[in-house]
């Protein structure tokens, strides 16, 4: 018969290695994501012209950005909204992965 000792050590063991496993899987995927060269900024929306975005980042540099049919938007954004975007590198463009509305 096993000891109650015992089961309590190893389910604290197998607890814990859970707990480690799910912060090396949180790491690995952002990783993955500096890997792919995929970054997140944010700011306010200065401006829209067409699908140019004009922002202000939270470090104070302003740059446009383009959207095109293969950015995920899950509302209209405009003027005056704080945002966030992930943005990746290709071939010395900047490409609009997502944009989204933050609280201010």
Known sequence: MVSIPKI???MSC???LCL??????QAAEKH???QQG???I???VLRVDGDDYLIK???GK???YRVDSGTEMSEPIGRGNRIEAKLREVNEETRVLSLRQVEK
Request: no cysteine.
């Open 8 to 10: 309590i050590g190893v």
């Open 14 to 16: 197998s607890f814990v």
């Open 32 to 34: 993955r994501d500096t």
């Open 57 to 59: 980042q939270s470090d």
């Open 38 to 40: 995929v970054h997140t």
């Open 42 to 44: 944010k700011g306010e």
């Open 20 to 25: 480690s496993l799910s912060n090396v899987t």
């Open 62 to 64: 302003e740059v446009r």
